[in-house]
């Protein structure tokens, strides 16, 4: 079962069930979980940082208020896992490297106050025994569909200008990035939506490392055609050096979507399609 505001992208299949619901219409996600009754949620909805920082009221509104309304209404409908993706941007962008779970709490941007508030919320629900709540931190994530958040500017839109044939514009040539493909970031999620027990609430997802000018010639690689020029201004950073080792040490997860890799797939997901749903 899946929840979005938008059109369906899936094609139809036996085994997808989607609603078009507002995050934030209680009454709304009060009558699906009432009608399907998951064992498991996985809460993905949010406004991304760009959004957070032009309008922080509403983002509030959806990546708080909505979290803790989707928390009580699963508890309600007897969900048991609640799976919370979070982000990196949790973490300090100075935060001594290897960045552990356990440095969360100094965000800098509205979007990280938003994910950490959203965090400390279903903890405190876990605390009381009312809910299994699980926290997935990825780090900069981009691959097909992946279009929007200022981070999409140094990552998934760097591809599609390639795709496109147009000139892409990079602000941050030097910064270190690192990158997590949303092939890996899916396997994560199932990971921890699947394991009986978890050892640890919080879970780190960090893909590979590399300035954002080499990210951009590994498109050129696959992409010969691929131009860019450099006009250096501000962006949006965060740690580039994560720790995972909990997810890979305790449920033996590795990005496999990394470097060469991750753009290949990235182009060749654009040019042929999914099986289960369209995106272009």
């Known amino acids: 079962m899946v929840v979005d505001r938008v ?21 709304q996600m009060n009558a699906i979980l009432a009608k399907h009754r998951p064992d498991a949620v996985v809460h993905l909805a949010a406004l991304l940082a760009d959004t957070c920082e032009q309008d922080p009221v509403s983002a509030t509104r959806v990546n708080i208020v909505a979290t803790q309304d989707l928390i009580e209404l699963s508890i309600t409908h007897g969900v048991r896992r609640f799976v919370f993706m979070s982000s990196a941007s949790v973490y300090h962008p100075q935060t001594p490297e290897p960045v552990r779970e356990e440095d969360a709490g100094r965000p800098v941007s509205y979007y990280g106050v938003t994910k950490y508030s959203g965090e400390l919320i279903g903890l405190w629900y876990w605390s009381k025994g009312l809910i299994d709540f699980r926290i997935l931190r990825p780090t900069v994530v981009f ?14 839109l760097l591809v599609e200008a390639a ?18 493909y949303v092939r890996d970031v899916s396997s ?24 954002v000018l080499e990210f951009a010639e590994l498109i050129r690689k ?53 099986e289960l749903f369209r995106i272009y």
Do not use: M
């Open 143 to 156: 691959g097909p569909g992946r279009f929007r958040g200022p981070s999409a500017e140094y990552s998934s």
């Open 7 to 27: 059109p369906s992208p899936f094609v139809e299949h036996p085994r997808i069930v989607y609603y078009v619901a507002d995050i934030t219409n209680v009454h």
């Open 188 to 211: 994560a999620l199932v990971a921890l939506v699947e394991a009986e027990k978890v050892s640890y609430r919080a879970y780190n997802a960090a893909g590979f490392v590399c300035r």
């Open 163 to 180: 795709l496109r044939g147009e000139r892409a514009v990079i602000k941050n040539p030097e910064d270190r990035v690192n990158y997590i």
């Open 222 to 274: 696959l992409v010969p055609s691929f131009q860019y020029e450099i006009r250096p201004a501000e962006a949006v950073r965060y740690a580039a050096v994560i720790d995972d080792s909990r997810l890979r040490r305790e449920f033996g997860w590795r990005p496999v979507y990394t470097y060469e890799k991750a753009i290949e797939d990235y182009v060749e997901t654009a040019r042929r399609g999914e």
